[in-house]
């Protein structure tokens, strides 16, 4: 973490500001709290930022999800991270009528919600996905707004522990 705390705020959200979605913010705030005993406090501090967020921060952070499982090169806006994301998941080999599934639950999913369906694809697989997509379109607005914002702070601490990992490994 010496290495970490003795960033300038420029480095620190070149490297960290993708840990959250298209909202380097998040990492340019979190530098304020510097130094961090140790991951988990650097986590701990981008939270804090999210959650004293605005409402429109937040939203805004939500919408920059991209959609799970649409065909590679659709969306110009997919980051390398989330491409690799869905990949693991298997997301990126859908069969035609895996496709047609994944599309109708997220068409459904955007209609009700007007945000993307967010879920850590890491930590799944296809049919948790799925799985997720069914019962999660029975919340309400209200509960599917955290639940999005809980699956993106897992995102984001997964994403934090590569960065981290990819920086000791550097001379």
Same mark, same amino acid.
């Given at each position: 973490?010496?290495?970490?705390? !003795?960033?300038?705020?420029?480095?620190?959200?070149?490297?960290?500001?993708?840990? $959250?979605e298209h909202s380097?913010?998040?990492?340019?705030?979190? /530098?304020?709290?510097?130094?961090?005993?140790?991951?988990?406090?650097? *986590?701990?501090?981008?939270? /804090?930022?999210?959650?004293? !967020?605005?409402? !429109?921060? &937040?939203?805004?952070?939500?919408?920059?999800?991209?959609?799970?499982?649409? %065909?590679?090169?659709?969306?110009?806006?997919?980051?390398?991270a989330s491409a690799?994301?869905?990949?693991?998941?298997?997301?990126?080999?859908?069969?035609?009528? =895996?496709?047609?599934?994944? %599309?109708? *639950?997220?068409?459904? $999913?955007?209609? &009700?919600?007007?945000?993307?369906f967010i879920i850590?694809?890491?930590?799944?697989? &296809?049919?948790?996905? *799925?799985?997720?997509? $069914?019962?999660?379109?029975?919340?309400?607005?209200?509960? =599917?707004?955290? !639940?999005?914002?809980?699956?993106?702070? %897992?995102?984001?601490?997964?994403?934090?522990?590569?960065?981290?990992?990819?920086? =000791?490994? =550097?001379?």
């Open positions: 973490m010496d290495r970490v705390d !003795a960033m300038s705020a420029v480095r620190f959200v070149e490297l960290f500001g993708p840990i $959250y380097p913010w998040i990492a340019r705030r979190a /530098h304020a709290h510097a130094p961090f005993a140790d991951r988990d406090a650097m *986590l701990a501090a981008m939270r /804090h930022e999210l959650d004293r !967020a605005t409402e !429109a921060e &937040k939203m805004a952070l939500i919408r920059a999800h991209p959609e799970l499982a649409q %065909r590679m090169g659709v969306d110009p806006t997919l980051t390398s690799a994301e869905q990949a693991c998941a298997g997301l990126d080999r859908l069969t035609p009528d =895996e496709f047609a599934t994944f %599309r109708a *639950l997220n068409d459904a $999913y955007t209609a &009700k919600f007007g945000i993307p850590c694809v890491r930590q799944s697989d &296809k049919e948790g996905i *799925l799985n997720g997509l $069914y019962a999660r379109l029975e919340n309400t607005f209200e509960a =599917e707004q955290q !639940a999005a914002l809980r699956e993106i702070n %897992r995102i984001a601490a997964l994403r934090l522990a590569d960065v981290l990992a990819r920086l =000791e490994q =550097e001379p």
